[in-house]
């Protein structure tokens, strides 16, 4: 059973489109271990990109292409040929409004006894599909109703996400909820240093995140000793916007933006934590999230994220994304005790434990592959 991945980009500016597809692509290359696997995707310009972090399996590989043309819509001129070589069984795609939408169109239409499988990655959400919304429904028109009709699978990697693509009036051969695996076994915990009052965000620095509502909530509250280090990349433009709100509302010295953070380094910083933040307005998953709570760190973060869990099963803080409610969760934070983080922090690392694995998740996915052959 030949897998290949097709995604913009494994650049870390990605984010969890990136994280998603590789966690995903190595889990079923171990499933599969017998067949070949492929990632085809364009090539970027960083030094640094998702791929680096893993040992991939041997029956894995990274194609990445050459790219012209704007930035909102490069061009690939080898992509189709690179899909077409490869001749898999199942072609998966990560992600939505570029040509890969197209190619994987193609793909499905001459292959019509294979699987064609579509990850929106939260792409089709409410607030993300605001962003340049003209040219999306543009690409609608001319490529996604056309590949949605054509996919035989559509994976949502949150029961938030299936209930946002159920209320669409496109209509899908089969919706399928898994979510997003985490390699357990990768993240390597550190914890010999003392409570440390460090509540930590890692994520892109991008406006949907929340950040800034973040930063207003933090002006005129007390941090009883607490610091706040937010990692992750982003656009110069907006690093310099929270850099100045940091300053007006007189945070230096208690919030910090540092640089992304990856690998053995990333462990690092959520072993030292104590707490983990995503004040997002939008996820389809939060791998942040999820990895942060196998740290064994209580979670605040907001309704607008799939992770409801949270307030069920009293794992920290489940708040609307505005300030008033950052602002009364971050207090509840600060004036917390040791035992009582430390006992919510657990609880989060044992629901993580149960249902998150990446063979557990990806094995899901392979058992949904091999029931859609059975039925072509």
Not at 49 to 74: A, H, W
Not at 260 to 272: R, T
């Amino acid at each position: 059973m030949k897998i290949l991945f097709l995604t913009e980009s494994l650049s870390t500016k990605m984010g969890g489109l990136a994280t998603g597809t590789i966690h995903l692509a190595i889990g079923l290359a171990k499933h599969f271990n017998l067949d070949e696997h492929q990632i085809i995707t364009q090539e970027d310009n960083e030094n640094i990109s998702y791929e680096e972090e893993y040992d991939l399996p041997k029956n894995l590989s990274i194609i990445k292409i050459p790219k012209i043309g704007p930035k909102i819509y490069p061009i690939s001129f080898s992509m189709r040929k690179k899909i077409k070589s490869f001749n898999a069984d199942v072609l998966y795609l990560k992600g939505l409004w570029r040509q890969t939408s197209q190619e994987a169109y193609i793909w499905k239409k001459t292959n019509p006894n294979k699987i064609l499988i579509v990850c929106p990655a939260g792409m089709l959400q409410p607030i993300p599909f605001k962003n340049k919304k003209i040219l999306k429904l543009i690409s609608i028109f001319l490529i996604e109703k056309k590949l949605f009709k054509k996919c035989d699978i559509l994976h949502a990697v949150s029961e938030l996400e299936r209930k946002c693509i159920k209320e669409l009036k496109y209509k899908f051969k089969k919706i399928v909820y898994i979510p997003e695996g985490i390699p357990l076994n990768k993240l390597k915990i550190n914890k010999e240093n003392k409570f440390s009052k460090k509540l930590v965000s890692i994520s892109r620095i991008a406006p949907i995140k929340g950040l800034e509502i973040l930063l207003d909530a933090c002006k005129n509250i007390d941090f009883n000793g607490w610091e706040i280090l937010i990692y992750g990349n982003g656009s110069e433009e907006y690093i310099n916007k929270l850099q100045k709100i940091i300053l007006q509302n007189k945070l230096n010295g208690k919030v910090k933006l540092n640089e992304a953070v990856f690998n053995e380094e990333k462990c690092k910083v959520l072993s030292e934590a104590s707490a983990f933040i995503l004040p997002s307005y939008s996820e389809s998953f939060g791998i942040a999230i999820a990895e942060a709570m196998f740290f064994g760190l209580p979670i605040i973060t907001t309704t607008k994220t799939p992770w409801s869990i949270i307030k069920r099963e009293k794992l920290g803080w489940f708040v609307n994304p505005e300030k008033e409610s950052i602002l009364r969760a971050l207090q509840k934070l600060f004036n917390s005790s040791e035992n009582n983080l430390v006992r919510t922090g657990n609880r989060a690392k044992l629901h993580i434990l149960k249902k998150y694995d990446l063979m557990f998740t990806s094995k899901q996915m392979k058992e949904v592959i091999i029931s859609s052959f059975q039925s072509i």
